[in-house]
Nanobody, 123 residues
Framework: QVHLVESGGGSVQAGGSLRLSCQVF????????MGWYRQAPGKEREGVAS???????MYADSVKGRFTISKDNAGENLYLQMISLKPEDTAMYYC?????????????????WGKGTLVTISS
């Protein structure tokens, strides 16, 4: 059973930075894709960034150039470095893992999800 635990969320002013972390427990090498998603209240979930087993990354246009996804070599920790934060970045952020290729797309399905960490950006 894969268990994901996010941390690092909080409240910051626009223009600030945050670094989200996700601890991954029980993740097998058969899973190819890991990523970050976010969902604002009453809104649809959107894919933010993903990272392939080979390190290839993909970003939503809305965060490209501002967010950076990374992982450790063992795949036991996933990170999202966020800079130049905007009020529209406010959302619950989830880390996720999927038994698929990230090249299938940011909004393709994931199999395992964390409980989320809240990011609030004030103007």
């Amino acid at each position: 059973q894969v268990h994901l635990v996010e941390s690092g969320g909080g409240s910051v002013q626009a223009g600030g930075s945050l670094r989200l972390s996700c601890q991954v427990f029980g993740y097998t090498y058969s899973s190819y894709c890991m990523g970050w998603y976010r969902q604002a209240p009453g809104k649809e979930r959107e894919g933010v960034a993903s990272i392939e087993s080979d390190g290839s990354t993909m970003y939503a246009d809305s965060v490209k150039g501002r967010f950076t996804i990374s992982k450790d070599n063992a795949g036991e920790n996933l990170y999202l470095q966020m800079i130049s934060l905007k009020p529209e970045d406010t959302a619950m952020y989830y880390c996720a893992a999927g038994t698929r290729y990230c090249s299938d797309g940011l909004d393709a399905g994931m199999d395992y999800w964390g409980k989320g960490t809240l990011v609030t950006i004030s103007s």
